[in-house]
């Protein structure tokens, strides 16, 4: 029998929508003719299960089954649930509450407690576990149970509580790995697949292809029609450079009719110096990069981050293999030797710069133990964390951190596998000899940079004591002429006690101060003689100004461990620093301990003449040996995912049972294989996946649409908006403003009295308070990923539109659509300002001829001239908008309202410039240009 759906007469098909077809029919037609193929079977059982839950299907349908594996087991359905809210309790908790083990069935049907047995086979009511899940007795201190979980648990032991094997008699006490666990997909080997065998060569163009258009013949799809070379040329600068192509190099392309006309079109963006940027900019989400040191409330500037985000744009650029960069990051003071006695001397060679910036991954999460904080020893241990969940979340695609208090509720990684872990990385991030953010610092002066330091300084010294004598001969004349105004018969004692110091004088000295103030001549020289302060002042100065010609101490971030100092790794009771217990050894977690050993790791062992641990150097070679199971699966994908905005696995830094699963999992492995094959080099990759059918296509595909909405099988490109750092950099790109200057320290931000947050120089009042903030000039104008990343302060065009916030880092960026940011491009003065420049470019180079500079505007911003029909209605917009903007304005000054004085204005008063800004204004707003294609 099946209950009727609480939803009256409508239930919901397999996508999810509600449908007027009852779930008596869907669950008949699954139970009774169900012969199809395996995949469909199992998304029959997991659909059975799920009606179940909802109240659709009652108990006595499911224990009437013929088909008994329909039916929810223990190891896959039930185990799981328990294990992520009650073993820490039940099972793997160094105390066994109760005297009930959940780990087993067999334990729970032979455990009897003072209320009954805590399952009884077929019998829900009657097991104890149903009856305390369900009145919210259990789990303890933590949340309840969802409610298609607790009706999974009662289904399951309604259907006889079935198992899908056979399970031992017993268990070691504590934290256990099951069959199921070890072979979940993530942690199995990578195995390069056999491309599937294709008969139709039809719009196959790579081994890519195959695999994908595999998928989509089983879903009786296809691909879409290739995409138009205009848009594959947008897609190509997109993709590549977050930039628009030039107009001369769009009719280049389209003029070019040669058939690899498009493969050389990769191949040249590619070389081209803005890619690094580009690309740089998706592992810097990764890496959790920020110019502030965040944590504490100051969230401090972390003022030589930016060597760092250089050391990547590079790599990038020169396509440094990905094994080597992963090495670098994680160990590149062990590679260089480097120590934290000997890191200034061995700075001075540039390969050894170049390794040590690179170890600034290991310090990008937040740090606030330089900042004022409530307690040092919490900030510490809470940086090393942070630093912990950056790692794995990045080269691992796991949350570790979910085990720092205690085991995994979903994954297979034990607390002592989170400390075998921690245990890698603490003899660099050494909580009890820790250093904070300005401790880290290796200056890189040179020895003829510091002699002529010194020599200035000196020099400088001297000037001071120069001044500091004018100023006291300044102030004895002042003296000399205020005692000369007192009684005669009380000079002697005056002076006494004016050149007694102030702790030290006599009642009787103190007294007569008192009553003869102006004796006291102190330090306050402006308050007597103002002339002679202003000569004491320049003197000052001049000390001050020699003082800038030091040549600039510059200053780099860096990772180093003490020399022969290896500090012991315990593990924290419930993650307390101050409840510590077990020592830990270094080690991999133990799921993949097979595979590590495999490896030959070991971390008894270091590289000969290493003065450092050697920890994270054995480990990062061992994350890029090719044998171990999640690098090269994770950093695929995500390459993959900044192409397509749909991941392989669509939860990039959750390979775990949290995750997403592959939706492509052969190809998955193909392109990990392939990646490592070809040399971890990611340009080579680059042009296999762009150069594929796959990404050629069309985003128009109705059947594609109408099937698979989120396009998981890639029957056509997904619609992608321009995220936070493609939209300003594109906008000032075709305004004409872009500033294509490389490198070097952070833009400033500063936040105006609006509380808008631009590039600048900040001016506070008296109180500290901001103001206004200072123009910096064309250097305002240089690409997002030079402006300075602030945790607590983002650049307000970027927040807009989703710039990733970096709790510690950013595994996937969230895309929204909300009405601030079509607020943001109607109203913005960043916006509306690069309209004007972009309208004045255009009057620049067209004088007078207004459809030349529409059909400019139309070419730099969307990459094609626009039809006549669009010309005719942009120049009728003009002619009205000039002439309304004509009767409401006139020449006029504007105030500066910061300095309250008058100036001429920056803005055009120019109706017909007024006009076509804010028609380009409109350009730059539309989807058109903000979506690609």
């Not at 779930?23 to 037609?29: E, K, L, N, Q």
């Not at 059982?45 to 929810?72: E, H, K, N, Y």
Request: net charge neutral; aromatic share 8%.
């Amino acid at each position: 029998m099946v209950k009727s759906s609480p939803h009256g007469s409508q239930a919901r098909n397999f996508t999810g929508e509600r449908t007027n077809r009852g779930p008596v029919s869907v669950a008949a037609a699954l139970l009774l003719h169900l012969k199809v193929s395996f995949k469909i079977f199992l998304m029959a059982r997991r659909l059975i299960i799920a009606l179940f839950a909802a109240g659709s299907i009652c108990i006595t349908s499911i224990s009437g089954m013929a088909d008994s594996s329909l039916q929810p087991r223990f190891e896959t359905d039930i185990r799981p649930i328990l294990k992520a809210h009650c073993f820490d309790c039940h099972g793997e908790g160094e105390k066994l509450s109760g005297g009930v083990d959940l780990r087993l069935r067999h334990f729970m049907i032979e455990t009897k407690t003072d209320d009954g047995m805590v399952v009884v086979p077929e019998k829900p009511d009657s097991s104890v576990i149903v009856k305390v899940i369900e009145s919210g007795e259990m789990p303890k201190k933590q949340k309840s149970l969802s409610t298609n979980e607790m009706a999974l648990i009662r289904a399951w032991i309604a259907t006889g509580a079935l198992t899908v094997a056979e399970e031992p008699h017993e268990l070691p006490k504590g934290f256990l790995i099951t069959e199921q666990e070890r072979g979940y997909w993530a942690f199995q080997a990578i195995v390069r697949p056999p491309v599937p065998a294709w008969t139709k060569t039809e719009g196959v163009r790579t081994s890519i292809d195959v695999f994908v258009l595999q998928k989509l013949r089983e879903q009786h799809l296809d691909f879409a029609a290739e995409a138009d070379k205009l848009a594959l040329i947008r897609r190509v600068y997109f993709d590549l450079l977050g930039l628009p192509p030039p107009p001369e190099e769009v009719d280049a392309f389209l003029a070019d009719g040669s058939p690899d006309a498009y493969e050389r079109l990769v191949d040249r963006v590619l070389e081209m110096p803005e890619y690094g940027e580009r690309w740089g900019r998706h592992w810097l989400d990764t890496a959790g990069y920020s110019d502030s040191n965040g944590y504490a409330e100051a969230d401090s500037v972390r003022a030589h981050a930016w060597r760092y985000r250089d050391y990547v744009i590079r790599a990038m650029n020169t396509d440094k293999p990905w094994n080597d960069f992963i090495i670098e990051q994680m160990a590149g003071d062990e590679l260089a030797g480097v120590t934290q006695e000997n890191a200034v001397a061995k700075a001075a060679d540039s390969r050894v710069r170049e390794l040590l910036v690179a170890t600034d991954f290991l310090r990008m999460g937040p740090d606030g133990t330089g900042d004022d904080v409530p307690d040092q020893n919490v900030a510490r241990n809470q940086t090393i964390a942070e630093t912990l969940k950056i790692v794995s979340s990045s080269l691992l695609g796991l949350s570790i951190g979910c085990a720092q208090c205690h085991d995994h509720r979903y994954d297979p990684i034990s607390q002592v596998d989170y400390y075998r872990m921690r245990s890698i990385f603490e003899p660099a991030l050494d909580w009890k000899n820790w250093r904070n953010p300005a401790q880290q610092l290796v200056s890189l002066y040179t020895a003829d940079d510091r002699k002529k330091a010194d020599v200035i300084e000196a020099d400088a010294r001297k000037i001071d004591e120069a001044a500091g004598q004018m100023r006291k001969e300044f102030l004895e004349k002042v003296f000399e002429k205020e005692l000369s105004k007192l009684p005669e018969e009380i000079r002697e004692s005056a002076k006494a006690a004016r050149n007694t110091a102030g702790g030290k004088r006599t009642p009787e000295q103190v007294a007569l101060l008192k009553k003869y103030p102006s004796a006291d001549v102190q330090g306050a020289l402006d308050l007597y003689d103002p002339e002679s302060n202003k000569k004491v002042l320049a003197k000052q100065d001049e000390a001050t100004k020699l003082r800038a010609t030091k040549p600039p101490e510059p200053f780099l971030m860096a990772l180093t461990e003490r020399s022969g100092k290896v500090p012991e790794t315990f593990l924290f009771n419930r993650g307390d620093h101050e409840q510590p217990k077990q020592k830990v050894e270094p080690g991999e977690l133990q799921i993949l301990q097979s595979a590590a050993a495999g490896a030959g790791l070991s971390f008894s062992k270091k590289d000969t003449g290493l003065e450092s641990s050697g920890r994270r150097l054995i480990y990062a070679k061992w994350l890029v040996s090719g044998r171990h199971p999640l690098t090269a699966r994770v950093l695929v994908n995500r390459f993959w995912l900044n192409h397509f905005g749909c991941g392989l696995v669509n939860s990039p830094g959750e390979f775990g049972k949290q995750g997403e699963r592959p939706t492509h999992p052969e190809l998955l492995d193909w392109l990990a294989s392939e990646f490592m094959a070809n040399g971890w080099k990611l340009k080579p990759l680059h042009r296999l996946i762009m150069t594929s059918a796959v990404y050629r296509q069309s985003s128009h595909n109705d059947a594609s649409l109408r099937a698979d909405p989120d396009n998981r099988f890639y029957g056509r490109m997904k619609l992608q908006r321009f995220d936070a750092e493609t939209l300003r950099d594109s906008i000032l790109a075709v305004s004409g403003k872009l500033n294509k200057e490389k490198f070097g320290p952070a833009l400033p931000i500063a936040r105006d009295d609006a509380g808008r947050v631009l590039t600048g120089e900040q001016k506070t009042n008296g109180n500290g308070d901001p103001t206004i903030v200072e123009p910096i000039g064309e250097r305002a104008f240089r690409r997002s990923i030079y402006v300075e990343s602030r945790r607590s302060l983002p650049l307000t065009v970027l927040e807009a539109f989703d710039e990733p916030v970096m709790s510690p880092n950013c595994a996937i960026r969230q895309a929204s659509t909300v009405a601030p940011q079509s607020l943001m491009m109607l109203n913005d003065t960043f916006i509306a300002q690069q309209a004007q420049y972009f309208a004045e470019k255009l009057q620049a180079e067209n004088p007078g001829d207004v459809r030349s500079q529409l059909n400019k505007a139309w070419r730099l911003v969307y990459g094609t001239a626009p039809k006549e029909g669009e010309v005719l209605t942009s120049l009728v917009y003009l002619a009205e908008q000039g002439e309304q903007i004509r009767a409401r304005i006139a020449p006029t000054t504007v105030k500066n309202e910061a300095k309250k004085s008058e100036k001429p204005s920056t803005v055009s008063q120019d109706p017909q410039t007024l006009a076509l800004a804010s028609l380009c204004q409109a350009l730059i707003s539309a989807n058109r240009f903000i979506y690609i294609e």
